[in-house]
């Protein structure tokens, strides 16, 4: 696929790109961080638990956050809300290649997808214009099958010490997925800012995962808050910063 020449251009194209009209399913825009509204079809019609895939690296499959999500809201929509992983330490977008069928056969309502953290090592990722590329497909491959479904690509955490040293331009691979997020259409909830403002090294032992109770105080309210506003409620945390 070839992509846009400002997806691979410098940071001013991609600043470039932020000021531009965001698309109606942008949840949390880095701007200013509101929720847009009518995002998802409502979401207690019928029994069928709504179910969501969180896709991606360690930050996903080794962290609560999903499991605290799913209860949440069940709670704040009175009806069964399932969060299902299809992630895998130090994955990147390339095993995300292979893996989407994983997600298509699972038929989610929401797919959660986050990949750049790995993309942006310099020993094992990929380059920013093959990321790009491949965070493309995989939109577009999740959009082909599963077209009533919301898409939400996700920036993460930061990382320190050796984990930062080996992903020198991660910042950069952040904000090439909103530009991404832009380009296909798909929302996009924007969190590396939060932990940016948020100094939680302290909560990074090896330097590079969270530990539960950092990742509870940055995400647990945001994604609740962009479920809940973009269906119309208004929800208080069950599980997560209010423990």
Not at 215 to 238: H, K, N, P, W
Request: aromatic share 6%; hydrophobic share 45%; glycine share 6%.
């Amino acid at each position: 696929m070839t992509i846009p020449h400002a997806l691979l251009g410098s940071t001013a194209l991609l600043v470039l790109g932020l000021l531009a009209v965001w698309s109606a399913v942008v949840i949390m825009p880095r701007s200013d961080n509101t929720v847009q509204d009518e995002l998802m079809a409502p979401w207690t019609n019928g029994t069928t638990p709504r179910r969501i895939v969180a896709f991606g690296t360690s930050l996903t499959d080794g962290n609560d956050w999903p499991d605290r999500l799913a209860e949440n809201l069940t709670v704040c929509f009175a009806h069964p809300v399932e969060v299902l992983r299809v992630a895998k330490p130090g994955a990147g977008s390339t095993w995300g290649l292979e893996a989407v069928f994983q997600v298509i056969a699972l038929s989610p309502d929401v797919v959660l997808m986050e990949f750049a953290i790995n993309d942006a090592d310099l020993r094992d990722g990929v380059g920013l214009s093959q990321s790009a590329e491949q965070h493309i497909e995989i939109a577009s491959d999740l959009q082909a099958a599963l077209p009533d479904a919301q898409i939400v690509l996700m920036t993460t955490s930061p990382a320190f010490g050796l984990r930062r040293w080996a992903r020198p331009r991660l910042p950069e691979y952040y904000d090439q997925v909103i530009v991404v997020a832009q380009t296909t259409g798909v929302a996009v909830m924007d969190f590396y800012p939060r932990w940016r403002e948020n100094d939680l090294r302290e909560a990074f032992a090896d330097g590079l995962h969270p530990n539960d109770s950092a990742t509870s105080q940055i995400m647990d309210s945001v994604l609740l808050d962009g479920f809940a506003r973009a269906t119309g409620r208004e929800c208080g945390l069950v599980l997560g910063e209010s423990d």
